[in-house]
C-alpha cells in the first residue's frame, strides 16, 4: 500500500507543477475555450489540461519500473508500456481536438485505434466476468476489448461538463475499484492481474488530484479532450487487467461477501461509471431521437439540469461526487463485507444522496416565494 501512495504522490506532484507550463502552451496556441450558449463558465479558459495528467501518470510509471516491488509486473509483460502509449495517443488525439475540433469521426477512429493497441499489448477481455465464461475467438476478444475502452472514454468525456466533475468522479471510482483490486492481489494471490490494475489506478487517482486544485471551480484551466479521454482510456485499462482476466469464481470462499464475487467483476465497473454511462447513454437516444449526431452539444446533461434545480455550480459537483461514491464505494465493500450490510449502507446514502440532490432546490424556492411575498387569487 505504501508503494502505491508514493506512486500517487509522485503522479499528483508532477500533475499539479506541470499544469502552469500547459496553461501558458494553451494560451500560446490559442488553446481556450470561449463562452458558449452551452458552456457554464462565465470567461475564456486555456484547456489541455490532459496534457499535465499524462506528465503526472508517465512519472509514476516510471518511478515504479525501477521499483522491486513491482518488478513481476514490468517483466512478465509490456502490458504497462502499452497502456502507457496508448495512453499517450489518446491525449494527444485529444489535444488535436482541443486545438482544431476534429470531427467525430475521426475522433473515434483514434479512440478505437488506442484500444487496438491495449488488446496488441495483452490489456483485453479474455473472459466475461459472469462464471469465467472465455470468449473462445480472439477476433471477437479484440472486437468486445476495443468497444469497452471506446465506451469508458467517452462516458468520462460526456461527464466533463462542471469544474472538477470528471478529475473527481474518476479519482472517486478509480479509488473504489483500487481497493477491490488491492483486495485480490493481497487476500487472493491474483497478484499478476490485480497488482497490473492497482499500479494503472494508483497513477490515475494521481493525476486526477493533482489538476483538481487548478480545475475545481472557478477553474483556472480545463482538462479539454486530451484530458477526459485520458482519465477514461486508464480507467478502461485497469478495470480490464482484471475484468476480463481473472476467473472471479475463484473468489467464491474467501469471506461471507465473497457470495457475490462472481459478479463483483462486472458490477464494480458499471458502478463506478454508472453516471457517466447514464449521462452518455440519455444524450445518445436525445440526439439520435432529434435526428443530430450523437456528438452534438447541448444542455440536456446530468450536471445542467442540476443546475437548473437551482443547486451552485461548486453544489452540483460535489452532489454528483457523492452519487458515485455512494454507488462505488459500495460495490468495491461486497468484496470484504456481507452483503446485508452493504445493502444498508449503500440504501442509506443513496437516500442522503437524494435529499442533497432534491432539498436544496425546494428550500431555495420556496425562500425565494417568500421574498416575492404572498401570491394573490382571484
Same mark, same amino acid.
Given at each position: 500500500m505504501r508503494v502505491h501512495l508514493l506512486l500517487c504522490a509522485i503522479a499528483a506532484i508532477v500533475t499539479y507543477l506541470a499544469v502552469w507550463p500547459v496553461r501558458r502552451l494553451a494560451t500560446w496556441?490559442?488553446?481556450?475555450?470561449?463562452?458558449?450558449?452551452?458552456?457554464?463558465?462565465?470567461?475564456?479558459?486555456?484547456?489541455?489540461?490532459?496534457?499535465?495528467?499524462?506528465l503526472g501518470i508517465a512519472a509514476g510509471l516510471g518511478v515504479a519500473s525501477q521499483l522491486s516491488f513491482l518488478s513481476p509486473v514490468f517483466s512478465s509483460s509490456h502490458a504497462v508500456w502499452g497502456v502507457l502509449g496508448a495512453a499517450a495517443l489518446v491525449c494527444l488525439l485529444g489535444a488535436a481536438d482541443d486545438w482544431f475540433d476534429l470531427s467525430w469521426w475521426t475522433k473515434l477512429a483514434g479512440q478505437a485505434l488506442a484500444?487496438?493497441?491495449?488488446?496488441?499489448?495483452?490489456?483485453?477481455?479474455?473472459?466475461?466476468p459472469i462464471a469465467g465464461l472465455t470468449i473462445v475467438s480472439s477476433r471477437l476478444s479484440l472486437v468486445v476489448s476495443i468497444v469497452v475502452v471506446v465506451a469508458a472514454i467517452n462516458a468520462?468525456?460526456?461527464?466533463?461538463?462542471?469544474?472538477?466533475?470528471?478529475?473527481?468522479?474518476?479519482?472517486?471510482?478509480?479509488?473504489?475499484?483500487?481497493? $477491490?483490486? $488491492?483486495?485480490?492481489?493481497?487476500?487472493?494471490?491474483?497478484?499478476?492481474y490485480a497488482s497490473l490494475s492497482t499500479l494503472l489506478l494508483a497513477v490515475t487517482v494521481g493525476a486526477c488530484l493533482g489538476f483538481l486544485p487548478h480545475n475545481f471551480h472557478p477553474a483556472s484551466i480545463f482538462m479539454g479532450d486530451s484530458g477526459s479521454m485520458l482519465l477514461g482510456l486508464m480507467f478502461a485499462a485497469a478495470t480490464i487487467?482484471?475484468?476480463?482476466?481473472?476467473?472471479?469464481?475463484?473468489?467464491?470462499?474467501?469471506t461471507q461477501g465473497q457470495a457475490w464475487g462472481a459478479f463483483l467483476p462486472i458490477l464494480l465497473p458499471f458502478a463506478v461509471l454508472a453516471l457517466p454511462l447514464l449521462d452518455m447513454l440519455m444524450a445518445i437516444s436525445r440526439r439520435m431521437r432529434a435526428g443530430l449526431s450523437p456528438f452534438h452539444a447541448d444542455r440536456m446533461h446530468l450536471h445542467h439540469r442540476l443546475l437548473r434545480l437551482g443547486h451552485t455550480h461548486?453544489?452540483?459537483?460535489?452532489?454528483? $461526487?457523492?452519487?458515485?461514491?455512494?454507488?462505488?464505494?459500495?460495490a468495491a465493500a461486497l468484496a470484504v463485507l456481507p452483503a446485508r450490510q452493504v445493502g444498508i449502507g449503500v440504501g442509506v446514502g443513496l437516500v442522503l444522496a437524494f435529499v442533497l440532490t432534491v432539498v436544496p432546490s425546494h428550500l431555495g424556492e420556496r425562500s425565494r416565494?417568500?421574498?416575492?411575498?404572498?401570491?394573490?387569487r382571484i
Amino acid at each position: 500500500m505504501r508503494v502505491h501512495l508514493l506512486l500517487c504522490a509522485i503522479a499528483a506532484i508532477v500533475t499539479y507543477l506541470a499544469v502552469w507550463p500547459v496553461r501558458r502552451l494553451a494560451t500560446w496556441t490559442g488553446a481556450i475555450t470561449p463562452v458558449r450558449p452551452r458552456d457554464v463558465h462565465d470567461r475564456p479558459t486555456p484547456r489541455l489540461g490532459g496534457l499535465a495528467m499524462v506528465l503526472g501518470i508517465a512519472a509514476g510509471l516510471g518511478v515504479a519500473s525501477q521499483l522491486s516491488f513491482l518488478s513481476p509486473v514490468f517483466s512478465s509483460s509490456h502490458a504497462v508500456w502499452g497502456v502507457l502509449g496508448a495512453a499517450a495517443l489518446v491525449c494527444l488525439l485529444g489535444a488535436a481536438d482541443d486545438w482544431f475540433d476534429l470531427s467525430w469521426w475521426t475522433k473515434l477512429a483514434g479512440q478505437a485505434l488506442a484500444a487496438g493497441i491495449l488488446a496488441w499489448q495483452g490489456v483485453q477481455l479474455v473472459t466475461f466476468p459472469i462464471a469465467g465464461l472465455t470468449i473462445v475467438s480472439s477476433r471477437l476478444s479484440l472486437v468486445v476489448s476495443i468497444v469497452v475502452v471506446v465506451a469508458a472514454i467517452n462516458a468520462i468525456n460526456f461527464v466533463d461538463g462542471l469544474d472538477g466533475l470528471a478529475a473527481g468522479i474518476t479519482a472517486i471510482g478509480c479509488g473504489a475499484f483500487f481497493v $477491490y483490486s $488491492y483486495f485480490l492481489s493481497r487476500e487472493m494471490g491474483m497478484a499478476d492481474y490485480a497488482s497490473l490494475s492497482t499500479l494503472l489506478l494508483a497513477v490515475t487517482v494521481g493525476a486526477c488530484l493533482g489538476f483538481l486544485p487548478h480545475n475545481f471551480h472557478p477553474a483556472s484551466i480545463f482538462m479539454g479532450d486530451s484530458g477526459s479521454m485520458l482519465l477514461g482510456l486508464m480507467f478502461a485499462a485497469a478495470t480490464i487487467a482484471v475484468t476480463g482476466q481473472v476467473d472471479p469464481g475463484a473468489a467464491g470462499d474467501i469471506t461471507q461477501g465473497q457470495a457475490w464475487g462472481a459478479f463483483l467483476p462486472i458490477l464494480l465497473p458499471f458502478a463506478v461509471l454508472a453516471l457517466p454511462l447514464l449521462d452518455m447513454l440519455m444524450a445518445i437516444s436525445r440526439r439520435m431521437r432529434a435526428g443530430l449526431s450523437p456528438f452534438h452539444a447541448d444542455r440536456m446533461h446530468l450536471h445542467h439540469r442540476l443546475l437548473r434545480l437551482g443547486h451552485t455550480h461548486r453544489r452540483a459537483v460535489v452532489i454528483m $461526487y457523492c452519487w458515485t461514491a455512494v454507488l462505488a464505494f459500495g460495490a468495491a465493500a461486497l468484496a470484504v463485507l456481507p452483503a446485508r450490510q452493504v445493502g444498508i449502507g449503500v440504501g442509506v446514502g443513496l437516500v442522503l444522496a437524494f435529499v442533497l440532490t432534491v432539498v436544496p432546490s425546494h428550500l431555495g424556492e420556496r425562500s425565494r416565494q417568500r421574498a416575492r411575498g404572498p401570491s394573490h387569487r382571484i
